[in-house]
């Protein structure tokens, strides 16, 4: 894909995530080149992540921003919205198509999470 594309597979009845909003997540990444799983919360130790949408690629932040509360979202990206394009450094997704599927568990809207 040229663009990032979004998918609902399961529509939640929660809150909505706002921009910036602090999310608690369950996820599961993987290249698109091979398949092959780069990261995985539910993979370490099954203990949900927490960040800021403001703080994360932009086809993630796409994923979540606007979703539900208990939805569960598949989102593929191309580099422009992921690591970006050009040579492999320290980062091996730089160049790479991600695809990543997403329950998303809470969310606390931006002012209450400063």
Do not use: C, H
């Not at 929660?14 to 909003?21: E, S, T």
């Amino acid at each position: 894909p040229t663009e990032t594309e979004v998918a609902e597979l399961k529509q939640g009845d929660g809150a909505v995530v706002g921009a910036g909003d602090l999310v608690t997540v369950q996820y599961r990444g993987v290249k698109w080149s091979d398949g092959s799983e780069f990261d995985s919360s539910w993979s370490r130790d099954a203990a949900p992540s927490q960040f800021q949408t403001s703080g994360v690629v932009t086809g993630f932040k796409a994923a979540l921003e606007g979703q539900k509360v208990g939805s569960q979202v598949i989102v593929t990206m191309p580099p422009k919205d992921g690591y970006g394009e050009g040579e492999i450094n320290a980062n091996d997704l730089v160049g790479e198509t991600l695809t990543f599927v997403v329950d998303i568990l809470a969310t606390t809207p931006v002012e209450q999470a400063q």
